[in-house]
């Protein structure tokens, strides 16, 4: 037996290469050993065909590691959730502010509040996926009536692919909605073309011409969100990092 052999490793495997993650996956669809970023995580996936091809993977990854920092050097930076910073909610800016007291949103200062301690963080984080859940459970239930369906669920989730998820309604289970709380920092008009975008899954659960076409006449042409989410989802997702 080989002293020698190649460590053994599994998909889904994380591994250090440079000071940066670098995470393992298995698609039998693949041909070939393959890198790419995943923006979201902010680690780099490296795919091989089969399990017993990911050690070719972890070589290669470790060959191209000038082409891994600079692809994670284009990244925005992260953006810790600290007093005296700004974000904006819905396209409205909002100042951090450390206070004593309920940690709360005042829509008249424009100002998101809470007391100074290790916990600020984590209240604001809070506040805005509270506020995220208000907002689409409005928008949500504009577009139901529009459709003429039952509104459904509304909930929202720190999803790292998708901007939101439609499970249409079945028997004996009412329909829901899961919406990335992340887009409470987007544009309004954005958060509302996500909102339109899944409702339209109530009646079309596919992305086929007709769904496109009950996006466009409930909301209007997406082209312009779609390209903003590209552009920007990246930086959504920096924030509280």
């Known amino acids: 037996m080989s002293l020698f052999r190649p460590p053994a490793y599994s998909h889904g495997d994380r591994l ?3 000071g940066h993650v670098l995470r393992l996956s298995v698609n039998a669809r693949a041909r ?6 995943d923006r979201t995580r902010r680690e780099v996936v490296a ?16 060959e191209r590691i000038g082409w891994i920092e600079a692809q994670l050097a284009d990244l ?18 909002f ?10 949103i005042d829509l008249e200062a424009g100002t998101i509040s809470a007391p100074d301690d290790a916990a600020f963080a984590d209240r604001v984080v809070r506040l805005v996926k ?23 669920s509304v909930s929202v989730v720190d999803a790292k692919a998708r901007w939101g998820s439609c499970t249409p309604a079945r028997i004996a289970k009412p329909a829901s909605i899961r919406y990335s709380w992340r887009l409470a920092l987007a544009p309004l008009a954005v958060a509302d073309y996500v909102a339109a975008h899944e409702c339209a899954h109530l009646i079309e659960a596919n992305h086929g ?6 996006v466009d006449r409930i909301f209007g042409p997406p082209g312009p969100h779609r390209a903003w989410l590209r552009a920007h989802g990246t930086g959504l997702h920096a924030f509280g990092r």
Request: glycine fraction near 6%.
């Open 76 to 93: 925005p930076a992260p953006r810790p959730v600290s007093p005296g910073m700004t974000v904006e909610l819905f396209g409205r800016p």
């Open 32 to 37: 070939r050993i393959s890198l790419r970023v």
């Open 16 to 18: 250090e290469a440079a």
């Open 209 to 214: 011409p007709r769904f496109w076409t009950l």
């Open 95 to 104: 100042d951090l502010v450390a206070r004593p007291g309920r940690a709360r």
């Open 47 to 62: 795919t091989a065909p089969t399990a017993k091809r990911l050690s070719e993977a972890v070589a290669f990854a470790r």
């Open 130 to 152: 509270a506020e995220a859940k208000r907002r689409f459970t409005e928008l949500t239930a504009g577009y139901a009536d529009m459709l003429g369906v039952p509104v459904p």
